[in-house]
């Protein structure tokens, strides 16, 4: 079965700043999506990254990119220029066709001005 | 266009009482699941439907728990004889299974509390 692993419970960063939050996966499949979420304190969950297994290229939105290293099966997000409003609980998740989406157990961010 | 919705918004129920709470995914997906989240944790997959497939069950945690899905249409997650640990945030979240984005779309919950 799939497994997503992020060991970091909880990180803070000072605004401004440069985070890397961590994810480790497990699979045996060559073709499978990855994702992170973020939990504000609203609850709502908001996708803000996907990166397609098959495509070399990190994936970068705005502020957001990931260092997708296959081999490795490591798919960390790096936040750039840190802001209050980025202060949520992210998730990690992977999905491969015809299964269901795993999330890893989250990472606390602290955003701290 | 019309996202997740979960109803009712939040519920306060004594032990002991069924409760049930409803999803309406986005029209179209066909992919569904149920999580629950604990107050600070991290998300605990409960079921997941996708089309007319049986539904994969895996995370119940116990036969008081149990959810429907009619179609590619509606949920209801019931849980019987409720318990204070049952005190949760439960999440709907669908997404386009078999094609398009995969991405999930979540609901913005349904916040139980057992008195």
């Known amino acids: 079965a799939q497994t997503v692993t992020q060991s970091q419970p909880e990180m803070s960063v000072q605004e401004a700043e440069t985070v890397t939050l961590s994810c480790t996966y497990d699979?045996?499949?060559?073709?499978?999506?990855l994702f992170w979420y973020k939990q504000p304190p609203s609850r709502q969950m908001i996708l803000v990254i996907r990166q397609e297994a098959y495509k070399q290229q990190n994936a970068t939105e705005n502020r957001f990119s990931v260092n997708f290293q296959k081999a490795a099966k490591s798919f960390s997000l790096k936040i750039s220029d840190s802001q209050l409003g980025d202060t949520a609980m992210y998730f990690c998740a992977f999905w491969e066709y015809g299964n269901k989406l795993v999330f890893g157990a989250g990472t606390i961010l602290r955003v701290k001005s | 266009g019309a996202g997740v919705s979960q109803s009712p918004s939040n519920k306060v129920t004594e032990k002991g009482k069924d409760v049930e709470l409803r999803c309406d995914p986005i029209s179209g997906h066909t992919a569904l699941y149920w999580y629950r989240q604990r107050l600070g944790q991290g998300l605990e997959f409960l079921i997941y439907f996708q089309g007319n497939s049986a539904p994969d069950k895996s995370g119940l945690p116990s036969d008081r728990f149990s959810a429907e899905r009619t179609g590619e249409s509606v949920s209801t997650l019931t849980i019987q004889r409720t318990q204070q640990e049952d005190s949760a945030v439960y999440l709907c979240?669908?997404?386009?299974?078999?094609?398009?984005?995969?991405?999930?779309?979540f609901g913005p919950g349904t916040r139980l509390t057992v008195t």
């Open positions: 699979t045996s499949e060559n073709n499978y999506y």
């Open positions: 979240a669908s997404s386009d299974g078999w094609t398009g984005s995969y991405e999930q779309y």
